[in-house]
Nanobody, 124 residues
């Protein structure tokens, strides 16, 4: 059974940085497409960044140039480096995984496994 555990969230001031981690286990991490999603109160879950099994990446327009997704196939860990944070980045951040080919990397319904989330709060 796929297990995903996020960490690294917390409070930060606008303009600051955070690095989120997602520790994966019980599946062949290197073969999966992995992604970060976020959900703010009262809003739909939205895709933030994704990385495929071969290392191709994709980003939401709202974070491109500020966030960087990466993975370590030895440590089975997914990362999200977040810089120049804004109050609008405040949300619960989730790690997700899918083991089959998908066309749209940032669509929540395409992912089969999810972590419990880590909260990011950006104050102005």
């Amino acid at each position: 059974q796929v297990q995903l555990v996020e960490s690294g969230g917390g409070p930060v001031q606008a303009g600051g940085s955070l690095r989120l981690s997602c520790a994966a286990s019980s599946f062949t991490f290197s073969r999966y497409t992995m992604a970060w999603f976020r959900q703010a109160p009262g809003k739909e879950r939205e895709g933030v960044a994704a990385i495929t099994s071969v290392g191709s990446t994709g980003y939401a327009d709202s974070v491109r140039g500020r966030f960087t997704v990466s993975k370590d196939n030895v440590k089975d860990t997914l990362y999200l480096e977040m810089n120049s944070l804004k109050p609008d980045d405040t949300a619960m951040y989730y790690c997700a995984a899918v083991g089959r080919f998908i066309t749209f990397w940032l669509r929540p319904k395409d992912y089969t496994d999810w972590g419990q989330g880590t909260q990011v709060i950006v104050s102005s």
